[in-house]
């Protein structure tokens, strides 16, 4: 919570940059633009908390640095205020439909500047937060389903627009009904925090995602890789649950627990869906529990149904 906030300045007058940055470093730490242009990039850089963007500038105006802005989709949720000399109503009114929080004519007051720009800066920090707690698992504070949804929905754009591979894999832990029973449903809240420990510290690459799919199943994308870089990556993912100590559960009967995953890669295309993906991974991992848990089994259109080489005869323990 007391992280600082970020405010980007963009303004083409050195002094209006330096006025302002004087009024505002004690509330947040200032980020200066000389341009439009340079504004644009340091906001789809830095994502700002909070855009300061001045009117008439030397090339890009600030009307054309905010569509530029709401264009694009990692900087068009930053909070835009315009402080402008322009202080007539047309002017106003198309910054406001531009999207724009607020708008402060120059001359201004600093108090009430400070004011208007300390709420703007409250309200996102009250956004973030709920956007945190609507996107997080509470148990495990890795994404949740929705979050996940809302990825998977932009990842699937991507890739048809590069025709590039994705994959979506299915996990749920093998037998976590007998863990409960055995040891408590709090035990088995933590089995469910070290697996995703175990996945999120695995996953490695920007875009990969894991996410809780629900009880005890997990859901993973990883988009921009081959059927068998996922694969290995996975049963690396399942190896180390395999052997990951469960100490300090104190339970000397226990000594580990296993997963069950299913994949699937695929080339999305106009003619398919998301849905349809997660389904063939659901596919595969009923397969994977079929064929006695503990093991990967993946369909890739080109290559049919791999299974991964190493798995234990046993499923999880308590037998
Ligand atoms: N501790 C804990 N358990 C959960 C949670 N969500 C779901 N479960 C439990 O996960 C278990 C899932 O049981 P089943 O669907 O029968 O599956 P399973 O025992 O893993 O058997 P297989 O899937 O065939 O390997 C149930 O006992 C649920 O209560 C949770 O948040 N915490």
Known sequence: MSERQQILIIDDETDNLRILSDILRDQADIILAKSGQQGIRKAAELKPDLILLDVIMQGLDGFEVMSALQHDATTCDIPVIFIT??????????????????????????TIVLARIKLHLELRRQRNMLEQLANIDPLTSIANRRRFEDVLKREWRVAMRKQ????????????????????????????????????????????????????????????????????????????????????????????????????????????????????????????????????????????????????????????
């Open 85 to 110: 000399a322009l202080g007539d109503t047309h002017h106003e009114e198309k910054g406001f439909h531009l999207g724009a929080c607020d708008y402060i004519q120059k001359p201004f007051h600093t």
């Open 164 to 319: 590039s591979p994705i994959s979506l894999i299915l996990v749920d832990i093998d037998d976590f009904k007998h863990y409960n029973d055995h040891f408590g449903h709090a035990a088995g809240d933590k089995v469910l925090q070290k697996v995703s420990a175990a996945f999120s510290s695995r996953l490695q690459r920007p875009r990969d995602l894991v996410a809780r799919f629900g009880g005890e199943e997990f859901i993973i994308l990883l988009p921009d890789n081959d059927r068998q870089g996922c694969m290995d990556v996975m049963e690396q993912c399942r190896q180390g649950i395999e052997e990951m100590p469960l100490d300090d559960l104190q339970n000397p009967d226990i000594c580990h627990i296993t997963v069950s995953i299913g994949g699937y890669t695929c080339r999305p295309d106009t003619g398919s869906k998301p849905k349809d993906a997660i389904k063939m991974a659901d596919d595969m991992l009923y397969m994977a529990k079929h064929q006695g848990k503990n093991r990967i089994l993946w369909f890739c259109e080109n290559e049919g149904i791999k299974e991964s080489p190493a798995h234990s005869e046993q499923g999880s323990v308590p037998r």
